[in-house]
């Protein structure tokens, strides 16, 4: 006694639909990681517009301290918070299209199984 098998284009299809909710799940992870990141940036932001006057800043790049002015470390997140809010704006529009996708083929692939046929290859 043999199960029926799964035609061809069914399996091709539950193939895409695995690897499409791969990269979904990798740019989630992409756009938390840079979610992350752009609060750690705003409340860097913050805590300098706390400072006054002229103050000497430090900045951690790796395992150094950087020194430099307030205005520069303003101007340097500024624009890392720029860079970081397209990124995360880009992620969440690729998000949505992956998201659209995985659905659309989870609904064809629903109706082939329970009609038990596949449609023509395209």
């Known amino acids: 006694m043999s199960s029926p098998e799964i035609p061809e284009s069914i399996q091709q299809d539950l193939i895409k639909l695995q690897q499409l909710q791969q990269q979904y799940e990798l740019v989630l992870a992409q756009r938390t990681q840079m979610e992350i990141q752009l609060k750690e940036t705003e409340f860097a932001l913050a805590e300098l517009s706390k400072l006054e006057g002229e103050p000497i800043v430090y900045k951690s790049v790796g395992p150094l301290l950087m020194r430099g002015s307030k205005a520069q470390f303003e101007t340097e997140l500024n624009e890392s918070k720029e860079t970081l ?24 692939i629903q109706a082939q199984l329970k009609s038990g046929q596949s449609p023509p290859s395209n």
């Open 85 to 108: 809010e397209l990124r995360v704006k880009a992620l969440l529009k690729q998000e949505e299209q992956l998201r659209k996708q995985v659905q659309e083929l989870s609904l064809k």
